[in-house]
């Protein structure tokens, strides 16, 4: 028989490491409703089509990445390479704009894109991200940004670094793009093959280019912020004093402009700095034009998306928040009852009880508490039983007390 294995590019999550998936999924929970979002759960797979208006048919992401295939139907199905478009989609399907107030999501989930898998980068990848909708302000995108940067801080991810930039509107980006082409069309063939291919589909992503020639000669090229409109330039200038006044250290990017192509504005990025690598962690920005894309009015719109796997590898520990274990000893089969009967008692209650049915001695019972990181063990044999009391030994002091079964209440209120 063939061995069956997990696809290429996914990964199973167990212990230790599924405890730093659970104490992110946390935080973000908590942390967030600090700024009243509310968890939206869209569908993995959408309509190919969403993608190609949300996500855009000239991104990498589109052209390259998706998983797409045809249902039984032959309608062209998608698994979901990123959340945003969906989101949209679904408030806009549900009308939750009249429904949901403020307008203000999360989600945490998988994503899939068919890239080349390597250290923290996944087929099957996980990512949480906010949403808000309805609000246009330059205030609100440095409060999105505040609570991205506090986020991490909050799970102490150490060394981080804020980006920023505006790539203008539709009204100012047009000029800009034509001038960035003229000018990447006159060093056309001293740029790397990709490049010349953006020049013509989406120019922006030059900048984007890692190869250090082409990073040489972009340099050089005509910067967005000399081409913002009016409008784009005082929103731009907004953002950057609100993040003063929220106290979040940035640094404006020229050269930042995200990978996908609905973003309006103001875009950021934060990357972690260790060991003199640079990693992004979280990026996001403004996108006023999707609604409209994909066939609503237009609704101003910001947030961000993190890769959970990225984090995980930045996380360093995680606070133990484990409870208090008891293990059930009981002294041979014929208590066995009595122990079930205790640990009903406990789970009842709330307390984790662990007991080991099968065990031939009591001997052999301590043994599996150790091995399940038991903390107490609750003992039941002959003397307990008929003096209607309970023995309790502590696993790590292994000090031992007995008690009343009428005080067993008490103890437990004091002791766990
Ligand atoms: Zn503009
Ligand atoms: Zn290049």
Redesign the pocket.
């Known amino acids: 028989m063939t061995e069956i294995i997990a696809p290429k590019g996914t990964k199973d999550l167990y212990l230790p490491e599924i405890k730093k998936w659970q104490f992110i999924e946390e935080q973000i929970r908590q942390y967030f409703s600090r700024f009243l979002y509310q968890e939206i759960r869209t569908p993995i797979f959408e309509y190919t089509e969403l993608f190609y208006k949300g996500t855009g048919s000239e991104s990498e992401v589109v052209q390259k990445e998706m998983y797409t295939f045809k249902d039984k139907a032959n309608r062209s199905i998608t698994l979901r390479p990123e959340n945003t478009p969906s989101v949209v989609r679904s408030v806009l399907e549900n009308n939750l704009v009249q429904e949901i107030v403020p307008l203000r999501f999360f989600y945490i989930g998988p994503m899939f894109r068919y890239d080349k898998p390597q250290k923290g980068r996944y087929r099957q990848f996980h990512q949480f991200g906010i949403e808000v909708f309805g609000d246009p302000s330059a205030e609100v995108d440095a409060e999105v940004i505040f609570s991205a940067f506090g986020f991490l801080e909050e799970i102490n991810i150490q060394n981080i670094e804020l980006h920023i930039n505006s790539v203008g509107c539709r009204q100012c980006r047009p000029e800009f793009l034509k001038k960035l082409q003229e000018s990447a069309q006159q060093k056309r063939d001293e740029?790397?093959e990709?490049?010349q291919r953006k020049i013509t589909t989406n120019p922006l992503r030059?900048f984007d280019?890692k190869?250090t020639h082409?990073i040489e000669i972009s340099n050089h090229f005509p910067k967005i912020s000399d081409y913002l409109c009016p409008q784009c330039h005082d929103h731009f200038a907004g953002v950057r004093s609100a993040l003063s006044i929220l106290e979040v250290p940035f640094t404006s990017n020229p050269r930042l402009v995200r990978g996908l192509d609905y973003y309006t504005r103001t875009v950021f990025e934060i990357t972690s700095v260790r060991l003199g690598a640079q990693d992004a962690l979280l990026g996001g920005g403004r996108y006023d034009n999707l609604f409209q894309e994909l066939g609503g009015k237009e609704i101003p719109a910001t947030g961000f998306a993190a890769g959970i796997e990225r984090l995980i590898l930045h996380l360093d520990q995680v606070p133990d928040s484990k409870k208090k274990i008891i293990c059930i000893v009981f002294q041979s089969p014929s208590f066995k009852h009595k122990a079930l009967k205790l640990s009903t008692y406990l789970w009842k209650k709330g307390f984790p009880v662990f007991i080991d049915y099968n065990a031939k001695n009591m001997k052999k019972q301590f043994k599996k508490c150790d091995r399940i990181g038991a903390d107490y063990a609750f003992i039941i044999a002959e003397e307990e039983i008929s003096s209607q009391s309970i023995s309790i030994k502590n696993l790590k002091t292994t000090e031992q007390i007995q008690i009343k079964s009428e005080a067993l209440d008490q103890w437990l209120r004091e002791n766990i």
């Open positions: 740029l790397c990709d490049c030059i280019c190869n082409c």
